[in-house]
């Protein structure tokens, strides 16, 4: 079974801290994303990455950066966090080839800045 | 992407089969049908996908009408963990970010 996993559950943060979340897959897929997910708002892509140390914009990257130094690993970085950033964080992977490409997600960290 | 449309909600009796409809009217040749389930406070979880054809798995068959603008998601012995909201989704295949989900279908499974 694909398994992706993320470093927590639950965060919280202070306003102006800087935030790792950490994002480990072990299915060997090329891509892997990171979005968020809002009541109302649904699923937004904020970065992915479809190989080490490449990255994409999604729509709503300001505010977050990403790291790719390993195959199976994808941070997302809170450079300073906001109150606005306050939501559920959302990993996923996919193979990069292939007409397939579904996206395998991991548990989610739900972060709370204050 | 098309866009699809689903019920809101829907309940099911456990043990029964759970039909699950999208209509996709405006798909075109080369999109693909996904679905996805998120479980309360879980990250999304996919189910099956198809093109054409029927498709099953262990989880969850994919009845894909002819013409392909609707299709149904089928839980064949519905239980109380698939309490969840299912999203249809489709999409081309090569859009491989940008994974949107709407509303879905919030389906209670009652004992």
């Known amino acids: 079974d694909v398994k992706v996993t993320q470093s927590s559950r639950y965060l919280v943060k202070r306003t102006g801290e800087k935030v790792f979340l950490e994002c480990v897959q072990d299915?060997?897929?090329?891509?892997m994303f990171w979005y968020r997910q809002d009541p109302g708002l649904g699923l937004r892509l904020i970065y992915f990455?479809?190989?080490?140390?490449?990255?994409e914009k999604g729509d709503i990257p300001e505010g977050y950066s990403v790291s790719r130094e390993k195959k199976e690993r994808f941070s997302l970085i809170l450079e300073s966090a906001s109150t606005n950033q306050t939501s559920m964080y959302l990993c996923?992977?996919?193979?990069?080839?292939?007409?397939?490409?579904?996206?395998?997600f991991g548990p989610g960290t739900r972060l709370t800045v204050t | 992407d098309a866009k699809t449309t689903q019920p809101t909600s829907m309940d099911c009796a456990e043990g029964r089969a759970a039909n699950l409809p999208c209509n996709h009217s405006?798909?075109?040749?080369?999109?693909?049908v996904y679905w996805y389930r998120q479980i309360h406070s879980q990250g999304p979880q996919y189910i099956i996908h198809?093109?054409?054809n029927n498709e099953t798995n262990e989880m969850a068959s994919l009845i894909i009408t002819e013409d392909r603008k609707s299709s149904t998601l089928i839980l064949p012995h519905a239980t109380l963990r698939d309490t969840a909201v299912y999203y249809c989704?489709?999409?081309?295949?090569?859009?491989?970010?940008?994974?949107?989900f709407g509303a879905g279908t919030t389906v209670t499974v009652r004992a």
């Open positions: 299915m060997d897929h090329e891509n």
């Open positions: 996923a992977s996919s193979f990069w080839a292939g007409s397939e490409r579904e996206q395998y």
């Open positions: 989704i489709v999409r081309v295949a090569s859009n491989d970010y940008k994974l949107s």
């Open positions: 198809g093109l054409k």
């Open positions: 405006t798909i075109s040749g080369n999109e693909y």
């Open positions: 990455s479809y190989d080490v140390k490449m990255k």
